[in-house]
């Protein structure tokens, strides 16, 4: 599918298709292929039909979730703004800053709301030095599982407190792993135990959170009261 705009085309679907004809050696100047050509288009409806094309094809979330935002999908956009406000970006993993996974974004934003996914942002950002290593799904699930649960939280005593657990966030990763095997629990709700018993490891007792398991038996999730 192409649009053309100003007599520039640009090429909306298929570029695998385009790119293997390219190997193929089909492709050359005098060559012609049959497409879907549209007039006039801008980027937001270009990038809507991109997605409407695509719902049944194996387009990755990362991919789609950037249309998307091109196509000014509000849930979207909310989060790239939020993403960009705590001074990280949207970029595939190993790079400093980076945030991927943005189908625990999305998640962390309907589940809990805009404010929750900004501080979680900023917990994982100031815990491990925005490693992109810290923005994996079962992180920002997991601490925000943390931030919407206890309400009276303090974000930079949990900041202090997972960075001083050793081998940062693999140092909390194999807290969880512990909890998963011995449990059966899901991940995101044992990284949040984890960050629960790292938080009231360093909390005087009146400052301490009931644990996780105490506030979600049987892994129910329900609003936990703090000790008086």
């Not at 100047?29 to 288009?41: A, I, K, R």
């Not at 719902?55 to 950037?66: K, Y």
């Not at 790239?80 to 993993?93: D, E, R, S, T």
Request: glycine share 10%.
């Amino acid at each position: 599918m192409v649009c053309r705009v100003e007599s520039v085309n640009w090429l909306v679907d298929g570029q695998h298709r385009v790119y293997a004809i390219k190997k193929s050696g089909y492709a050359a100047s005098t060559d012609e292929l049959d497409c879907e050509v549209y007039e006039g288009l801008g980027m937001a409806e270009m990038a809507r039909m991109f997605l409407g094309r695509n719902r049944s094809t194996p387009v990755s979330a990362f991919e789609r979730f950037g249309v998307a935002v091109t196509a000014g999908y509000s849930a979207e956009v909310a989060i790239a703004a939020i993403v960009q406000a705590a001074g990280l970006k949207l970029g595939y993993p190993g790079t400093h800053g980076n945030v991927y996974s943005v189908g625990a974004l999305r998640r962390v934003y309907d589940r809990d709301g805009a404010h929750i996914l900004e501080r979680v942002l900023h917990v994982l950002r100031d815990a491990y030095q925005s490693g992109s290593s810290a923005f994996g799904a079962r992180f920002i699930d997991g601490v925000g599982l943390v931030l919407a649960t206890y309400s009276r939280i303090d974000d930079k005593a949990l900041v202090r407190g997972l960075a001083s657990e050793p081998h940062g966030v693999h140092g909390l990763q194999r807290r969880a792993e512990d909890y998963r095997e011995r449990l059966g629990r899901p991940v995101p709700q044992c990284i949040a135990a984890s960050a629960v018993d790292i938080y009231n490891r360093r909390a005087t007792k009146k400052r301490q959170l009931v644990k996780w398991w105490k506030a979600h038996p049987g892994g129910r999730l329900r609003r936990a009261p703090r000790y008086p």
